[in-house]
């Protein structure tokens, strides 16, 4: 469902690699895909990690869950334009040195050199990923690796056709995808909310892929 949203945001950068690449175009758009989705299962099990800690000092105020109805939160107030966390000024990106290592590699045609521009623009600021990092939070590194890992790989056949046919994707069209992925990541954040209040006897459970 997020896959749209994806080939707004990064098609473009897709199609780059795919028409300067000396490896062929489904190689270098693969290479690229590959070093984004690394970085988004790191990242996941980051935010696994760090939500698995916030969930045991909620269980020792009595609040279960309260990662996950943090970063359903979070991902409102994001969704709303009220708030995000600054995730942007933590990446990599930020520090000169980094940024000028993109820019070189970004100059090679290898698979190598792709893939590791893929690494480094998984970095790149993006709310719906932020939303799914949020929930990756809700639980334990594992599992918030093996979430982000999902996210990624189904992004993976539309931003390689995106690739291979850059340009075919007009404005209009990309302002309507963009908008179905803002809904997402309502839906997302909603969901997470009432995951947390479910896990705490506030709300009836309906099901365990929805809360």
Known sequence: MG???????????AGGFALNADTGAFRAVLAYNL???????????????????????????????IASMAGGALILLWAFRKAALPLARWG???????????????SRKDAAAIYASGILLGFIPCGL????????????????????????????PALIAAGLFAGALKKSLRSKIQRAGHYIAVWIGVVSILRGMAANGWIPSIHPWLW
């Open 92 to 106: 990599p990106l930020r520090f000169a040195p980094v940024s000028r290592l993109a820019s070189r590699l970004r």
């Open 129 to 156: 990923t932020y939303a799914m990092q949020n929930a990756a939070a809700s639980s334990h590194a594992w599992s918030g690796a093996l979430l982000m890992a999902a996210f990624g790989l189904a992004t993976f």
């Open 3 to 13: 896959a749209p949203h994806c080939i707004a945001m990064c098609g473009g950068t």
């Open 35 to 65: 070093g984004r989705w690394t970085t988004y299962i790191g990242l996941g099990a980051v935010m696994g990690a760090l939500g698995s800690f916030v969930n045991v000092a909620g269980k020792l105020a009595g609040i279960q869950a």
